[in-house]
């Protein structure tokens, strides 16, 4: 019976004509949040501030991106001091969450005319899956740039200018609030066209909750930082070394209708990470163009279809379905072997336990799940049968909250349980009794066996999947 809220009968295997989703759910932010933007390994914040209290505006040029591998929770690197199973590992940090907020990377400013205007607000801000357009008026002169980040985990803004004008970038090697030394190396590699940094350097981080600070090395401790635009700067850049051993950089370059792109990549190999800042330079359109490809194949083939006659519903249907796609992190190293989501991008990184219980059972909805599902189980069975976990009087077994290549957080909690729930309910799902027995084997039997934890009284349910 149709109802004033139904529109036309829909099959269940009606599928909807292909929608340009990243057209469809761009939004205008400016003035309401920070930019953001995710590759696998690599993280863009624009400007910076919480929703309720504005501290930076986002500006021309790429301001805040940074390597995210789970090398670390924070700034450090430092090695945990307790001993047995609720020992952190190497690189959990206390101290350095957000750490990107103290990140200057190339800061722009606009010479229109001899007249400096110094990292301009935009007068508007435009947030897609696939990229961030900002766009600035100076003057008479209007100033268009797309900022994103390729599949070489680079990250790029092409800006383009209505009449010829002059773009000057100022940055600096890393340097935190929690920094101690820098130790870094800089250099300009003129038949590149880039600026190189060798990162090095001692923050005082804490890898155990109830301990003094440690000095250790900086989470991107002998890593390359590589800057490079597509016209020359050799003849403008200027390099200093301030008492702490950070060293700010400056360059100019010339922009007009034809465009200008600067460019950014990190990496531990130094020629993987000057290969990307100019290769992502060199094919700038095509490589936009395959972000968004993949962002709306995945939008179109990877969820279930959704409509609704409220569009409303539909936009906020594929945003979340945006951010749980964009955040997919595939690192393959240490107790990082699984692909998952991540949940807490821009605190202390990582994929939560909290956050599992819920983001497991998104998961059992995907095309692929192998790719985009099973991970969120299987990346903490990693703690499980390296025994890192609280064991309690009662026998009853805790994981930390999130976790890396080599670290636990060291705060616990029961949520676990829930994960089983999630599991079970992908297997409904697929039917993969392979997938059921990698959960329940060495990692579910393990933790529940002397007992099992509660989370909104799932006791019994949870006893009768395991």
């Known amino acids: 019976m149709a109802g004033p809220f139904l529109g036309a009968p829909v099959r269940a295997d009606e599928k909807p004509p292909f929608t340009d989703y990243c057209e469809r759910l761009e939004q205008e932010i400016q003035g309401r949040k920070h930019g953001f933007l995710a590759g696998n390994v690599t993280y863009y914040i624009g400007g910076f501030h919480a929703v309720w209290n504005p501290i930076e505006d986002e500006t021309i040029g790429l301001t805040h991106p940074f390597h995210h591998d789970l090398r670390s929770r924070g700034t450090g690197l430092a090695a945990s001091s307790i001993s047995g199973t609720e020992n952190t590992g190497l690189g959990n940090d206390y101290m350095g969450w957000e750490f990107y907020k103290d990140t200057r990377v190339l800061y722009g400013s606009v010479v229109i005319d001899s007249k400096v205007f110094e990292n301009p607000k935009p007068t508007s801000m435009r947030w897609r899956p696939d990229k961030l357009i900002c766009e600035y008026e100076l003057d008479g002169v209007r100033i268009k740039e797309e900022k994103f980040i390729a599949a070489n985990d680079a990250a790029a803004s092409i800006i383009t200018a209505s009449r010829p004008i002059e773009l000057r970038f100022s940055g600096h090697s890393f340097f935190h609030r929690n920094s101690i030394k ?43 930082t590589v800057l490079s635009a597509s016209r020359s700067f050799a003849n403008t850049v200027s390099i200093e070394q301030d ?29 993987v990470a000057v290969k990307s800042a100019r290769d992502i330079i060199k094919q700038c359109r095509s490589s936009l163009l395959e972000k968004t490809t993949v962002m709306n194949r995945l939008l179109n083939e990877e969820v279930p279809w959704f409509r609704c006659p409220d569009e409303r519903f539909v936009d906020v249907y594929y945003y979340l379905w945006s951010l749980y796609l964009m955040y997919y992190i595939e690192v393959d190293d240490g107790w990082e072997q699984e692909n998952h989501t991540q949940t807490a991008v821009n605190n202390f990184l990582g994929i939560h336990r909290y956050d599992s219980a819920f983001q497991i059972k998104v998961g059992a909805w995907v095309r692929n799940k192998p ?36 670290w636990h ?48 009284m799932n006791r019994f349910d949870v006893g009768e999947k395991l």
């Not at 350097?201 to 890593?223: F, H, I, L, Q, W």
């Not at 994960?419 to 990698?438: C, M, N, P, S």
């Open 243 to 271: 008492d702490r051993g950070v060293h700010h950089y400056e360059f100019t370059v010339p922009c007009d209708e034809k465009g200008t792109v600067v460019s950014w990549a990190m990496h531990d190999d130094s020629k």
């Open 182 to 224: 820098s130790t870094a190396a800089i250099g300009m590699n003129v038949g590149k066209n880039a600026i190189a940094i060798t990162e090095g350097g001692t923050v005082r981080c804490k890898p155990d909750a109830n301990s003094d600070p440690k000095e250790a090395p900086c989470v991107y401790d002998g890593m390359t």
């Open 371 to 406: 790719r985009f599902a099973y991970g969120n189980v299987l990346t903490w069975k990693h703690l499980t049968t390296n025994q890192r976990y609280r064991q309690l009087p009662n026998g009853l077994k805790l994981l930390s909250d999130n976790k890396g290549v080599n």
């Open 409 to 456: 957080s060291g705060a616990y909690g029961g949520e676990t349980s829930e994960h089983v729930l999630g599991a079970w309910q992908i297997y409904q799902h697929t039917g993969d009794l392979e997938f059921l027995k990698r959960c329940y084997e060495g990692h579910f039997r393990t933790l529940f066996w002397d007992g099992v934890t509660v989370f909104q």
